[in-house]
């Protein structure tokens, strides 16, 4: 490279490296769920995991007496 010549990346600053595809827009009409909402679902999911367990159990407790 010489003196004073800037590197490739320079050479194009003003390209727009968005496009009218772009997800960025999809996302704004989608509302997020917000911390509060994803611990609910992780401990819905959660209780409900440990009840089949409990009922697993609970069943092969019965199917040995």
């Known amino acids: 490279?010489?003196?004073g010549a800037s590197?490739?990346?320079t050479l194009f600053p003003t390209v727009d490296n968005t496009s009218?595809?772009?997800d960025k827009?999809?996302?704004k009409s989608k509302?997020?769920?917000t911390?509060?909402?994803r611990l609910k679902a992780a401990l819905?999911?959660?209780m409900a995991k440990r009840k089949?367990?409990?009922r697993r159990r609970a069943a092969d407790n019965n199917e040995k007496e």
């Open 1 to 3: 490279m010489r003196h």
């Open 7 to 9: 590197p490739d990346w």
């Open 20 to 22: 009218p595809m772009s």
């Open 25 to 27: 827009d999809n996302n």
């Open 31 to 33: 509302p997020q769920a």
């Open 35 to 37: 911390r509060e909402d």
């Open 44 to 46: 819905k999911a959660n």
């Open 52 to 54: 089949a367990q409990a």
